[in-house]
């Protein structure tokens, strides 16, 4: 391609809005641009960065055995209604009217397309397991779209489904892809950390995303220094230390507390750490129910945790109004009085003496204690891990953040027991629900984390497996010499099948090597009176700061030998 000829160059200047490293650069290097908030025109030089690496997705899963297929972006919204996932999805699903009425999903993800295809065929055992995937459009009306293709609305997303017998054979499945997916990020140069998930809205008992450290994405972990242990904060275990095992239990004792309604008013009246108190929040569970969840006062609710305990996907805290209706003041919630269902996390076995309040305003307990003075109904796991904490055994549990690349699911029966038909003739002749797994690949959003883990102060670095191009030919000057030889060497690299982008440009060297730099092809050729009086040319690679000459005679093999 010659760049005067390419649709999108590079501008100079961008929003203030842009905040993001990727976001800037994939715009400021004409690979993006915005059409409304949260979707994206991919320009010529992106697509074809998407396109490999759909073709190195595409290739590592045929390689699986693996299958293709396309559904319809639009699902017959009965679909959804069968699994009851038109109201507990974790972003507004976007509903459409054909002319005769009907009523589809704009498919944010496919479960329920891709059972519905398999359970058209008469699958025996004998046919077990297969694993369908595609490669689709994607809408999502989530609430923020943010950082350009970090955070979006509308997206190209790698979606696989695998069917089984059991759940043995699925976790064969589960396996292979997991090592796949590492073998597909390594390849296309991003290091990730598998971490332990929630399976959210998708359903299924237990997850693993795959997710690249940086400091732009939106995942907090935590894992041991070795990553044996690695999980999203929302559903990491941690130890709880007991905190003052050999103190006196005090007795019971209600008192005036001249405070505000926040934990550290506590901590200021008491001159005493956070954990001294009891935190208590009012929940209110499938807009009906009010639960009581109290924990330690330096913990707070995991409430991804919480809605597991309390089986619901509805879950919001208490208004003002609410809680006085029960009897109660907001900032001084007791956990011993309220006639409500009470959840504890394990945290409230740690500590001797609380403090808490007395559901009345300006009116605490003190020296409460778990067992003695008050129980709840479900004690289980349901805070977030605070910043210092430590698995059961010790080890040190790091805090990290980061971009979430990819996933994959156990999904078990969840859609096949919900979609009828949705079964196997077994080897006894009786049907059985299929047992299935899912698999996620973001292709824009991994696009975009290249673009954060390689860059520098001048631009894009891109690895060679996905680059637009392998070479740049930039020819500097009007001297009739140097643009013969360019566009020589330009067409030899075409007829040898390396992928090359010549600035033919009658723009300045200053403009022509700062466009180089910020588009990031990994190999830059620059040709000028000067390399011609030497008969080479000047060599740079985009990841190294030094360039080199190499004879015009020897720069053929030597990018043959570099593009392999």
């Known amino acids: 391609m010659k760049y005067s000829k390419l649709f999108g160059k590079t501008v100079k200047d961008v929003s203030q809005e842009i905040k993001l490293v990727s976001h800037k650069l994939l715009y400021q290097a004409g690979f993006i641009r915005e059409s409304v908030a949260g979707r994206y025109y991919f320009l010529p030089l992106g697509i074809r960065v998407r396109e490999k690496i759909v073709a190195i997705i595409e290739k590592h899963m045929n390689a699986t055995g693996a299958q293709k ?36 999903a704009l498919g944010g993800t496919a479960e329920e397309m891709m059972v519905d295809l398999v359970r ?84 299924g008992d237990y997850c693993h995303e795959f997710v690249v450290e940086s400091p732009a994405g939106e995942s907090r972990f935590l894992m041991t220094e070795d990553r044996s242990y690695a999980a999203h904060e929302e559903v990491a275990v941690f130890k709880r230390d007991e905190m003052n095992p050999d103190e006196e239990i005090l007795p019971l004792e209600v008192k005036d507390a001249p405070r505000g309604p926040t934990i550290a008013d506590g901590v200021k009246l008491y001159d005493k750490p956070a954990w001294r108190q009891i935190k208590t929040v009012v929940y209110v569970v499938d807009d009906d129910e009010k639960v009581l969840v109290s924990l330690r006062g330096d913990l707070d609710v995991n409430e991804i945790k919480l809605k597991h305990v309390l089986q619901t996907t509805i879950l919001r805290p208490a208004t003002e109004d609410e809680i006085k209706e029960l009897g109660s003041v907001v900032g001084f919630v007791s956990p011993l009085n309220l006639d409500l269902k009470k959840v504890g996390d394990l945290s409230l076995k740690t500590v001797k003496n609380f403090y808490t309040g007395a ?66 003739t077994d080897q006894d002749g009786k049907e059985k629900p299929f047992y ?22 001048n631009g894009i670095i891109w690895p060679k497996a996905i680059a637009p191009y392998l070479v740049h030919i930039v020819s500097i000057g009007k001297d009739e010499k140097v643009i013969e030889e360019a566009e020589k060497l330009y067409e030899q690299l075409q007829e ?69």
């Open 496 to 564: 040898a099948g390396i992928d090359v982008l010549y600035d033919d440009r009658q723009e300045s060297a200053g403009k022509k090597l700062n466009d180089a730099d910020l588009m990031g092809i990994p190999l830059r050729l620059v040709m000028s009176n000067r390399t011609m009086e030497a008969g080479a040319v000047e060599w740079k690679l985009r990841a190294e700061k030094d360039a080199i000459s190499v004879p015009l005679a020897e720069v053929m093999s030597k990018i043959q030998e570099f593009a392999q």
């Open 120 to 203: 058209k065929f008469n699958v025996s055992y004998k046919d077990l397991p297969f694993n369908i995937y595609q490669f689709s459009q994607k809408f999502r009306d989530e609430l923020r779209a943010r950082g350009g293709l970090l955070r979006v609305r509308e997206f190209l997303m790698k979606d696989a489904y695998s069917f089984h017998a059991d759940e043995k054979d699925f976790k064969e499945e589960y396996k292979k892809m997991g090592d796949t997916y590492t073998a597909i990020f390594n390849e296309i140069g991003l290091d990730t950390v598998v971490i332990e998930s929630d399976n959210g809205y998708i359903g």
């Open 359 to 424: 559901d009345e305003n300006q009116k605490d307990t003190l020296n409460v204690n778990y067992e003695r003075d008050f129980t709840v109904d479900i004690l289980d796991d349901i805070a977030l891990p605070p910043d210092d904490c430590t698995t059961e055994d010790g080890k040190k549990l790091i805090e990290g953040h980061g971009i979430e690349v990819g996933n994959i699911f156990q999904l078990g029966t969840h859609y096949t027991d919900r979609m009828s038909g949705s079964v196997f």
């Open 69 to 104: 297929l396309i559904t319809p972006v639009l699902h017959p919204l009965e679909l959804w209604e069968e699994t009851n996932r038109t109201s507990s999805v974790g972003f507004e699903l976007m509903t459409v009217k054909d002319q005769r009425g009907a009523a589809f």
């Open 436 to 457: 299935m797994g899912c698999y996620g690949i973001g292709i824009g959003r991994t696009l975009g984390t290249v673009v954060e883990m390689f860059h520098d102060d």
